[in-house]
């Protein structure tokens, strides 16, 4: 295939719960509709705390008992150069929003930077709440938003790209 790849970024707060499996989960649809070769998947964190850790343990658990394996997933910090060289940035929540926008002060990636529960047909508040220091309801909860949601952004891309 000829064309660039449409390079997807997920960003939260750690990079350890919410936006690998974003990565996870999104990067499994894809793959399921054959569509690897098209897309660069990727996440990070507006923090630096966790560059370098695997996802957290129940955040892995829960996408394990739900299909997803994110075992191979790293942390790492989202940078400016993130801005200009993905196509969409996810972002989790409006602090993330906030964060990773402060890295644009000119305003010149802006537009490519989206809440993720914009797309999210039931999008309630609009925030992925963070389950890091909640109990582990959170994890199920989190993972119901991010399958339905990645769904209905792989749909749209499929209609706005034509695949
Ligand atoms: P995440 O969750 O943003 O979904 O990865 C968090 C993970 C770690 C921390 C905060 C949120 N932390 O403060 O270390």
């Known amino acids: 295939m000829a064309d660039r790849p449409i390079r997807v970024l997920f960003v939260c707060l750690g990079n350890i719960c919410r ?44 996408a394990k008992r739900r299909g997803v394996n994110l075992d191979e997933l790293r942390g790492r910090q989202v940078g400016r150069d993130d801005l200009h060289g993905f196509d969409h940035v996810f972002v989790m929540d409006s602090n993330n929003l906030h964060d990773t926008l402060y890295l644009d002060p000119e305003g010149d990636h802006s537009t490519r930077v989206r809440l993720f529960r914009e797309f999210d047909p039931d999008p309630d508040d609009y925030q992925v709440p963070d389950p890091y220091y909640g109990g582990p309801d959170g994890f199920d909860h989190v993972f119901d938003i991010v399958e339905r949601t990645s769904k209905a952004i792989l749909e749209r891309f499929r209609e706005i790209y034509g695949l």
Request: aromatic share 6%; charged share 25%.
């Open 19 to 62: 936006s690998p499996l974003a990565e996870g989960v999104f990067r499994q649809k894809v793959e399921e509709l054959g569509l690897l070769e098209r897309f660069e998947i990727d996440s990070a964190g507006t923090g630096s705390w966790h560059v370098g850790q695997q996802a957290d343990a129940r955040m892995r658990s829960t």
